[in-house]
């Protein structure tokens, strides 16, 4: 089947505007999580759903990072007034439960901040 | 918090073996990955540990003991395709009070002819 698939692949955008990033995890996947990645840097988590709900927030850095799930499938992470260091590849991942499952990733959004 | 450190980078020789190593400490451990990403594209996914021992896949084994916070991913039989980035990631209690994975820096390595 399909995997997780993610929209924009590259976003480039002038500091200050705001952005939206869009993930489509695979099918039947409850669990979806947001994470990025800046050069030479690990993954960075961002925040996690199981189903539409966000249990875990704690890794988004600023109150300028927001995300929602609707349907429980496709998610959105919004970031408003971007600044240069938002500048990273946004990668978002799925799995079928979320505790002991796999996640599968998508090929991630690179967001370049002018 | 966690604390997750494996090698920046390494080298090998195709054909040979190769051990990865990461060192982590948690607080709440439910279980360990690894993961392989080449440049530009997304991790994928290689093994997951969550009891002590060997866990064997073909030419790629990873090995995990809890109590000594660490585990490596062996790799025999190189072959170039395996030059890529090898991320341990730990399952933690975050937080928020869900398990997360953090991932590590990720080890870079470069198999040479």
């Known amino acids: 089947g399909a995997g997780v698939s993610q929209s924009p692949s590259n976003k480039v955008t002038e500091k200050g505007k705001d952005v939206e990033l869009r993930c489509d995890p695979i099918s039947g996947h409850t669990a979806l999580y947001w994470y990025r990645q800046s050069l030479g840097q690990g993954l960075e988590f961002l925040i996690y759903?199981?189903?539409?709900?966000?249990?875990?927030k704690s890794g988004l850095p600023s109150d300028r990072f927001s995300a929602e799930r609707t349907g429980g499938s496709v998610s959105t992470l919004t970031i408003q007034r971007t600044q240069q260091e938002d500048s990273a590849v946004y990668l978002c991942?799925?799995?079928?439960?979320?505790?002991?499952?796999?996640?599968?990733f998508g090929p991630g959004t690179r967001l370049t901040v002018l | 918090g966690q604390n997750i450190d494996q090698p920046t980078e390494m080298t090998a020789t195709e054909g040979a073996i190769v051990q990865i190593n990461c060192t982590y400490q948690?607080?709440?451990?439910?279980?360990l990955f690894w993961y392989q990403q080449h440049a530009g594209e997304a991790p994928t996914f290689l093994s997951y540990n969550v009891l002590d021992g060997l866990e064997e896949k073909g030419r790629f084994s990873s090995f995990l003991s809890r109590s000594k916070g660490y585990s490596y991913l062996l790799l025999k039989e190189l072959q170039m395709k395996d030059s890529a980035s090898y991320l341990c990631?730990?399952?933690?209690?975050?937080?928020?009070?869900?398990?997360?994975?953090?991932f590590g820096r990720g080890t870079s390595l470069i198999v040479h002819p």
């Open positions: 991942a799925s799995s079928k439960t979320g505790y002991t499952d796999t996640q599968y």
């Open positions: 990631a730990v399952r933690d209690l975050g937080s928020g009070g869900s398990y997360i994975p953090t």
């Open positions: 948690t607080s709440g451990f439910n279980g």
């Open positions: 759903f199981q189903g539409n709900s966000a249990p875990d």
